[in-house]
């Protein structure tokens, strides 16, 4: 069965760079540009993996993680911001990684093959 990762963040370049890595290492991939949308596609599509970007509009990656876990407690989220005080947003919340950006996308391939293997 192939791994389906949802890649969400507000950055259309982001998501596009995190999306032809990973495909080119065998993975498939859904994109969200906001909370709102990954938690909507959540609703709908089983995922393996969710990477979340933490500061976006509509919806930001704190409240989605928040509802994601409430509803999907199994389903493994990896971290990815460039701002270092979110952190600490985070107190409370279960996510399966933290990566800051800019990210270098083997730690990126890394990050969800490991956690990957722990699910």
Known sequence: MQEVILIVDDEPAVRSAMDRWLRLRGFET???????????????????????????????????????????????VIVLTGFVNDLEKLHGLTVDGILTKPIRMHQLEEAIRETIAKA
């Open 30 to 76: 859904d994109l969200a540009a906001d909370g709102a949308e990954a938690v909507a596609k959540c609703k709908t599509n089983p995922y393996e993996i969710v990477t979340m970007d933490l500061e976006m509009p509509r919806m930001n990656g704190i409240e989605a993680i928040r509802i994601i876990k409430r509803d999907h407690p199994g389903l493994p």
